[in-house]
């Protein structure tokens, strides 16, 4: 673990001012030791604003100063760090591998994995698929109601169901579109899901521009590590089957599709009159 120890008596100060109650002024000590890499002030300071003590109050910016601290080296902020992965783990996902890399970080410098933890990992990795059945594939095209990133609430969804490409291929071949459009979500998560993110105009520095960007943080790769060609295949029956589709039968789609970066899709929706899918698209060509 490499940490500055020029600045002890700093450090040192700062943790009496914490412990007094003086949190703006530890705050302040804290952020100057940041500013000079010391590991064990990110941690602190990170654990301050987790526990409301900083201003402005926000756990995420907590977050990502412990995580700051563990990338530095730092051992109980590599703990920590893995257990607040672990929370949020419902089965072999993204934030079980990083709840696990966490851990052995923070075991190879020196701060032994739990045996219960090491179990939980183990019983969350293990998880017995779900059936792939349309009742099931039903079930998880209405993980819309997650949340308003509906596309990303599906792929997430449809990553800790354990269900096998294989399986949907079959249903989605016998004519049944929730298969296929989890099929399309499965094979296309790298480069289906946008974001926005706002850069400062270089000529006025309190101007900021909306960029729209692909690729999302929490989805790194597809779910299904198929070719290419069966992505274009799955995508170019998807746009048949979405066309031939009535209003009604839509419906869940269009909440599925709406926060999809794939600009045909939306336009099927458009045409058969969905305002929020003519608005994304208005919004897109905005920031063209």
């Known amino acids: 673990m490499h940490m500055k120890k020029s600045n002890e008596k700093n450090y040192l100060e700062a943790k009496t001012e914490l412990y007094l109650g ?19 002030a990110m941690f602190d300071l990170g654990q301050m604003y987790l526990q409301g003590q900083a201003s402005p109050d926000n756990e995420f910016i907590g977050w990502d100063l412990i995580e700051d601290a563990a990338y530095n080296g ?14 949020m783990a419902e089965g072999p996902s ?31 990795r293990n998880v017995q698929p779900k059936a ?14 997650y949340g308003h990133d509906n596309y990303w609430y599906v792929c997430k969804a449809l990553q800790e169901s354990g269900i096998e490409y294989k399986d949907l291929k079959v249903l989605a071949d016998e004519g049944n579109t929730d298969a296929l459009v989890l099929s399309y979500i499965g094979l296309s998560t790298t480069y289906r899901l946008y974001s926005i993110e706002e850069y400062v105009d270089e000529d006025d520095v309190n101007f900021t521009i909306p960029v729209l960007t692909h690729g999302g943080a929490a989805c790194h790769k597809a779910i299904f ?39 045909d899709i939306l336009y099927i929706f458009a045409n058969l009159g969905y305002p929020e899918a003519m608005e994304e698209l208005e919004f897109r060509w905005s920031l063209r």
């Not at 349309?134 to 209405?142: A, D, G, Q, R, V």
């Open 74 to 87: 730092h051992a109980l902020a590599q703990y920590n760090m893995g257990y607040h992965y672990l929370k």
């Open 22 to 40: 003086n949190y703006e002024k530890a705050a302040d000590l804290f952020e100057k030791l940041i500013a000079e890499g010391d590991a064990r």
């Open 225 to 263: 590590d198929e070719p290419e060609e069966e992505l274009n295949a799955v995508r170019k029956k998807l746009i048949e089957t979405l066309r031939s589709l009535s209003v009604p039968q839509t419906n869940i789609y269009m909440l599925v599709f709406k926060d999809s970066a794939d600009t």
């Open 132 to 145: 792939c059945t349309p009742e099931t594939l039903s079930e998880i095209i209405c993980a819309h109601d």
């Open 94 to 124: 993204y934030e079980l591998d990083e709840a696990q890399r966490f851990f052995i970080m923070a075991d190879d410098n020196g701060y032994p994995i739990p045996t219960s933890v090491k179990e939980k990992i183990w019983k969350l």
